[in-house]
């Protein structure tokens, strides 16, 4: 009779119940090798992620070399990427080195619509290996009113970076269409405006850093359910939109107003948007509708310029992911013969 087959690792006899595998000098059984899989798998993914947590610790990416990689995707708007340059490195420079006293650099990014600042932010999480949270900004409300939750900005946060609490603490989050959450009036009104300012103060705790209870699954957060813990300290928020009306009041605050011989006339149409833009300060941000705590968490402000007709040409022929060159590549498989399977 010979001798039984027993497993190296849980010393369980290896039989036709109990299939397993035998080596020169041991055995193992399928469940220990499925756990030895199981093992190895998080290991990997274990390694992973901390492979990225290394990489945003230390960055190696300078305002230079962030800039030209914003050149390999995005055409023109080069004053903006060169602000968004520094404003990036500068913010995770701020995470790595706790010896220096920088202040978080969240961006105020506007400009008409269709001129790329979803891209702008999508690329900039690409570049430095972070995840991103893509939220419309109208859809939130102040606390116990129909709507959601400012919370839920996180919740996709963490979701993107597959529930990695430390991963998602130094994300970046692009809050779209966010002029469109300024108060809606200068005075003050009698009924609550909590679709504008009212999502403003609910966002200043966020924006600011702190540690925020975001419900697992969405929704509204009620006192017996368990919520995941966050620390927005570190992570980047963008503020973007087309803010019309905001060209009024800086034109109306910039423009001359002097009489008599020898005045300098100068005419509004003769400025450009951008221009316009160049000179905005706080006080216009003010009286658009924003207020002034929020305005004070925003330090950074960039504008977008206008496409023109070259700008639009340029878009569709020139990046690594441009329509033309997508097109051009399908043609080719197109041309190739191809097998289909009926089935």
Known sequence: MSKPKICSFCNAEIDANNLGIEGINACIC???????????????????????????????????LIFEQLNEEIIGQTEAKKILSVALYLHYLRITNKNLNIEKSNILLYGPTGVGKTLLAKTMAKIIHVPIAICDATVYTQAGYVGEDVENILLQLIQNADYNIELAEKGIVFLDEFDKIARKSENQSITRDVSGEGVQNALLKIIEGNIVNVPPHGGRKHPYQECIQIDTSNILFICGGAFEGLEK????????????????????????????????????????????????????????????????IDIVTKPKNALIKQYQLSLIHISEPTRLDVI
């Open 249 to 312: 009041i800086v034109k109306d605050r910039i423009g001359k107003k002097s009489i008599g011989f020898g005045a300098e006339i100068e005419s509004s149409k003769d400025i450009s948007r951008y221009e316009i833009f160049e000179k905005l300060l706080p006080q216009d941000l003010l009286k658009f509708g924003l207020i002034p705590e929020f305005v004070g968490r925003l330090p950074v402000i960039a504008t977008l310029k206008e496409l023109d007709k070259q700008a639009l």
């Open 30 to 64: 399928f469940d220990c090798l499925d756990l030895y899989h199981q093992l190895v798998e998080l290991q990997e993914k274990e390694n992973y992620e901390k492979s990225i947590c290394e990489r945003i610790i230390n960055p190696i990416l300078s305002p230079k």
